[in-house]
């Protein structure tokens, strides 16, 4: 039989513990959670014949088998207790584990030695290993545009019933699978955990049934992945039908399973978070940490009251305050185990071997890459809603190219960009003329209709400010070829809705790329206060705000456009538009004409090229982006009081900004321009200035024009590297200076006026959030509070 066996032992059913456990364990709070064991009476399971007796025939010994526990990030240490048994020569002859221990565990197994695990572990990147995409850059511009809108952070479904769904877990396991598909590729052809240079068993749990399920053959991969699926945390993993989570929570400590397997003697190595002091326990999160705790630690005591306290040794290095969630102490956590099995030093030197019988018994488990045969087919798996293999051949893994991990990896990642798949893998299948490439893929069961939730909030503390509450959703692969239907909607102080059609002309290119067509349109309604025109030297301060317009806007557009790879995208297109101005209010002794409303419709040929390699849309860490838009037409404008007429008109806008970091620290330049040859319409520009980050120190839409040249510094320093509730905290200040021109023959570089900011921020769930103080040397002084992009 492929695939888990149910091994029954003294630990067999336990109740399972909830999400909150896994949440808590991700910030940090506990340890793993292991659910107490309810009472049973399993049948005992002899051990496999030929483990019952190691060492030669001439030299028998007892078999040493090695138990790892569970623990998240304190699992790490288990890398340095295996650096301490391979220089003391302690035989490893049978090893069980869970969670992080069946990780560390089984790539020890497959004959990975302590030395090359500490090399690996000290060059992951443990924030991009469990980000919750792939990075932002290899994404589509179609994917990249919509974190402009509102926030990726959080993501809501449709379930195949038609019924909301959130995500099945706050991490993604992508970078987690790829990682241990790359490391145990060498042994993917063992029948048999029992096949490997050590064997090997990893423990699950059943989440339908609680029961535990202890991994003894199958895809050693998807094992060790199954074995570390926190709830909430990690997606469950399906394997023959099963879904399953995290063994932590049904046997964390496996004493049971390894005495299974034949082992004589057992050294366990327990990495649990000790319980909390009383300090601790004055709220509610503190309170429900202990009590999982508390349940840890009887879970673990008895599995430990297993343990021969004369023939078996127990190790338990002292961590102190690390959490599960630190990732980033790799070095520190594997010093710490280090010393807490040195300690038995004296106690495992009774199970040392001679140089001679170490050097075999090291020989005998000694691992190499198998050589693969050229590709001979790639076939997709998992796939209903999606069409993956119209992708086939803009894969670099091509049939009749050698098996290259580089290109796998990068095609399986190619695939999850467009964030359908709840997993992305791939696999090799030995076929009678070469080799099978298989790419694994799995639905998100809340898709193919995604929703996200946005919210942006400003406030100057002086009464002004504005309210709007976002919605988007998105239905992917409408069709075999890719069609997608977006749409917007924003309730607010700017009431907007925005709708897409797009739809791929299923001309795939060698890149990716297809050729597409985008049908749009957009209706919007937002309030503009029009302030009194500021002379080149004049205090804004003190400028008479004259009124306030609504102003109507319809826009509609029809685009052919072609992505370029994961750099951007260019787009020409057809736009139709039309704005209808309404005063609201009217300050005395404004001109008559202030009281009357207008009009103006045009047509417009339209061009744009997207480039964005910005890792981040908010408080980027590194990259550039750069927008070129440009529009030419005719328009007809309706004046009551004026005179309208038609005229033609060209508008000119373009954006570019570039991003550099050095440790926590950020320099994020940006410049922006906007050029419109066309007339005023109620002497207002076509473009604005003022507001938080858009001239900081002026009133939002104090400065009007038809030219606009902002330009600013921003720089940023991150103050937490492991994030809790959000991506990250951030202190920072910007240096600002723009103008905003009536037209071309009235722009004056030398008359640029500056403003500045220092702030404090949070990339959050719904946006990114600032608090901060604003100024301008002609401008006013102020706080502003800004949840969402400025």
Not at 473 to 487: I, P, S, T, V, Y
Not at 528 to 553: E, K, M, Q, T, W
Not at 589 to 604: C, D, I, T, Y
Not at 773 to 785: E, F, H, I, M, Q
Request: with cysteine; glycine share 12%; net charge neutral.
């Amino acid at each position: 039989m492929n695939g888990p066996c149910l091994l029954p032992n003294p630990c067999a059913t336990r109740p399972v513990l909830h999400r909150l456990a896994a949440v808590l364990l991700v910030l940090g709070l506990c340890g793993p959670a292991r659910a107490e064991p309810a009472p049973t009476e399993p049948a005992p399971t002899a051990p496999s014949p030929r483990l019952k007796t190691c060492g030669t025939a001439q030299q028998p010994r007892p078999c040493v088998g090695l138990v790892l526990s569970g623990g998240g990030a304190r699992g790490l240490a288990h890398v340095g207790v295996l650096k301490v048994l391979e220089r003391e020569r302690i035989p490893v002859d049978l090893i069980a584990g869970t969670s992080m221990g069946a990780i560390i565990g089984g790539l020890f197994a497959s004959g990975m030695g302590a030395a090359e695990l500490e090399r690996e572990l000290l060059a992951l990147d443990w924030e991009a290993l469990f980000a919750s995409r792939v990075p932002r850059e290899t994404l589509s511009q179609r994917r990249k545009e919509e974190d402009f809108e509102i926030s990726p952070a959080v993501e809501i479904g449709l379930a195949r019933d038609g019924s909301p769904m959130l995500p099945l877990g706050s991490v993604s396991s992508r970078g987690l699978e790829l990682l241990l598909r790359r490391y145990t590729l060498p042994v993917r052809t063992a029948p048999h955990f029992d096949a490997l240079p050590i064997p090997f068993r990893a423990v699950a749990t059943d989440m339908e049934s609680g029961a535990p399920v202890v991994f003894e053959r199958g895809d050693l991969a998807q094992a060790l992945r199954a074995s570390m699926s926190v709830p909430a945390v990690f997606p469950p993993t399906d394997v023959d039908a099963r879904v399953l989570g995290d063994g932590g929570l049904v046997d964390n400590l496996p004493v049971d399973v390894v005495r299974a397997l034949g082992a004589q003697v057992v050294i366990a190595v327990n990495i649990g978070t000790p319980l909390a002091a009383r300090d601790t326990l004055g709220t509610v999160l503190g309170l429900t940490a202990q009590m999982i705790n508390i349940l840890t630690e009887q879970n673990v005591q008895r599995s430990i009251a297993g343990l021969d306290a004369e023939r078996d040794l127990l190790i338990a290095p002292e961590l102190g305050k690390i959490t599960a969630a630190d990732f980033g102490r790799v070095r520190e956590l594997i010093t710490l185990g280090e010393s807490g099995a040195q300690a038995l030093q004296p106690r495992l030197q009774a199970l040392a071997l001679p140089a001679p019988e170490w050097a075999a018994h090291q020989a005998a488990r000694r691992r190499e890459w198998p050589q693969t045969a050229p590709i001979t087919s790639v076939r997709f798996e998992g796939a209903d809603i999606t069409s993956p293999q119209r992708l086939a051949g803009a894969l670099a893994s091509q049939p009749g190219q050698p098996f290259d991990i580089d290109r796998a990896e990068a095609d399986t990642r190619a695939l999850a960009a467009s964030g359908d798949y709840l997993h992305a893998d791939y696999g090799l299948e030995d076929l009678p003329a070469g080799t099978g490439l298989v790419f694994r893929l799995e639905e998100k069961p809340w898709g193919p209709h995604y929703f996200r939730l946005g919210l942006d909030v400003a406030s100057d503390f002086v009464g002004r400010g504005e309210f709007n509450l976002k919605l988007s959703h998105n239905r992917h692969w409408l069709n075999e070829a890719g069609g997608e239907w977006r749409n917007r909607l924003q309730i607010g102080s700017v009431p907007r809705w925005h709708t897409e059609w797009y739809q791929p002309a299923g001309l795939l290119l060698a890149d990716g790329g297809d050729t597409f067509v985008s049908v749009h349109s957009d209706v919007e309604r937002r309030r503009i206060n029009v302030y009194a025109p500021l002379a080149p030297s004049a205090d804004a301060a003190g400028a008479p705000l004259l009124g306030r317009f609504a102003r109507a806007h319809w826009r509609a557009g029809i685009d052919l456009g072609r992505p370029l790879g994961s750099w951007g995208e260019w787009r020409l297109g057809v736009v139709r538009q039309a704005q209808h101005f309404s005063p609201e209010i009217v300050a005395g002794g404004s001109s008559v004409s202030a009281l009357e409303s207008s009009r103006a419709q045009e047509w417009a040929l339209r061009g744009a090229l997207l480039l964005d390699q910005l890792d981040h849309v908010s408080f980027p860490r590194r990259g550039w982006r750069v927008r070129l838009v440009g529009e030419v037409g005719r328009r007809w404008v309706a004046e009551s009081v004026l005179a309208g007429g038609t005229e033609s008109f060209h508008r000119l806008e373009a954006d570019a900004n570039t991003v550099t970091s050095a440790g926590p620290h950020t320099l994020d330049a940006s410049l922006r321009l906007r050029h419109a040859h066309q007339g005023l319409i109620q002497g207002l520009g076509y473009y604005t200035l003022g507001g938080f980050h858009n001239l900081s120190g002026y009133q939002a839409e104090q400065l009007s024009g038809n030219e606009v040249l902002l330009g600013r510094l921003t720089y940023t320093v991150r103050l937490n590297q492991r994030p809790v509730l959000t991506r990250g905290f951030f202190a920072g200040a910007s240096l600002e200076a723009g103008n905003a021109w009536a037209r071309s023959s009235e722009v004056d570089l030398g008359r640029l006026r500056g403003g500045g900011s220092v702030f404090l921020g949070a990339d959050t769930g719904l946006g990114p959030l600032y608090f901060g103080l604003t100024w301008a040397p002609r401008g006013s002084a102020g706080l502003y509070l800004q949840l969402g992009r400025p």
